[in-house]
């Protein structure tokens, strides 16, 4: 890639990307049945609690559960894969809210550019990547055909609690685990964008309201997905104290 190929202006740029094949249409399978195997899933959940006028699914959060732990991992895996992408396209998602430092090539500490990031392979930057973000608690949901959906318009920056972990979400993601039903897309408000289920396919885009969004019913069969945020790291974290 050119060294200033980062910052070449795109046209119709509006954030949102999909990276198909991120997991094969096999492990996809595999996680809906183990998903309608359990008898664990609730009702879906909004920010205002379970109100299934505004969001109507079956939900599993996975995160924290010793027997999906394996699941967990496969599919941190496979959004990181996306994300070293996502911020090849977008470099200053990552060095615009923070002034970061790395050492160069004869280990002197520099501003990193956008220009330095797209020159790093991925095992340089991963590490970059991993001290400033971390991934969020993975839910799968079900979507019931002809009945369920996520039809509010809604964003997923908000203030919440008093750690305000939800105002440390950067990006959204959801990967898709089937397809073969009509409609059940996911639909940007501003971008006037719709984006169509296909199995195995990762999609990623900022958390904010410039990317209100919302579910679409499921027809003619039901849709599942998996879905979190990648999140900054705490300022303890990056900055250190209490």
Same mark, same amino acid.
């Given at each position: ?14 954030? @949102? ?44 959060? @996975? *995160? ?19 994300? +070293? ?47 400033? &973000?971390?991934?969020? *608690?993975?839910? +799968? #949901? ?14 997923? +920056? ?42 195995? *396919? +990762? &999609? ?14 499921? #027809? ?7 879905? *979190? ?7 303890? #974290? ?5």
């Amino acid at each position: 890639m050119p060294a200033d190929a980062a910052l070449q202006p795109a046209a119709g740029l509006d954030f @949102i990307e999909v990276y198909p094949d991120m997991l094969g249409r096999d492990e996809c399978a595999r996680l809906v049945a183990r998903l309608e195997a359990s008898a664990d899933t609730v009702p879906g959940r909004v920010g205002g609690g379970v109100l299934p006028e505004l969001k109507d699914s079956r939900d599993l959060t @996975i *995160s924290g559960r010793p027997d999906w732990r394996e699941d967990e991992a496969l599919l941190n895996r496979a959004v990181f894969r996306g994300v +070293l992408a996502y911020l090849r396209r977008y470099p200053h998602a990552l060095i615009a809210p923070l002034m970061l430092e790395t050492p160069d090539a004869e280990g002197r500490r520099r501003r990193l550019t956008a220009e330095r990031l797209a020159d790093m392979d991925d095992e340089t930057l991963a590490p970059i990547v991993a001290t400033v &973000l971390r991934p969020g *608690s993975i839910n +799968l #949901q079900r979507y019931a055909a002809d009945r369920g959906g996520y039809p509010y318009w809604h964003c997923e +920056l908000y203030p919440r609690d008093a750690r305000a972990e939800t105002l440390h979400r950067h990006l959204l993601w959801t990967l898709y685990l089937n397809d073969g039903f009509a409609a059940g897309e996911t639909e940007f408000l501003y971008q006037r964008r719709k984006i169509a289920p296909r199995a195995g *396919s +990762l &999609l990623i885009a900022p958390a904010a309201f410039t990317h209100t969004h919302r579910g679409n019913r499921p #027809q003619g069969g039901d849709k599942v997905i998996a879905t *979190s945020w990648i999140l900054f790291q705490r300022a303890e #974290q990056l900055f250190g104290g209490g």
